[in-house]
């Protein structure tokens, strides 16, 4: 092999080498920058769960926390022909 032919070889493999690690490290870095704004990221995504006021959570009586159901018979949805 030539100089030129080594080159050639070491430029595929250093490519590949490169992709490789790419598919590692970019889905890492990624998680680790949400590990990093986590609070912010998620006082915009629930900020239904924001603690507001002097900083502690507030009382709240079970039936706060109760859906409101609203039963659906199926006599509503289906009409007799």
């Not at 690690?21 to 995504?45: K, Q, R």
């Amino acid at each position: 092999m030539t100089k030129t032919d080594l080159r050639k070889l070491w430029l595929q493999v250093h490519k590949w080498i490169g992709i490789c690690l790419a598919i590692v490290f970019v889905p890492l870095s990624f998680s680790g920058s949400m590990l990093v704004w986590h609070e912010t990221l998620d006082a915009a995504i629930n900020p239904q769960r924001e603690i507001a006021g002097d900083g502690h959570a507030s009382f709240r009586r079970p039936h706060m926390f109760t859906l409101q159901h609203t039963w659906i018979v199926p006599s509503d949805i289906i009409h007799p022909v």
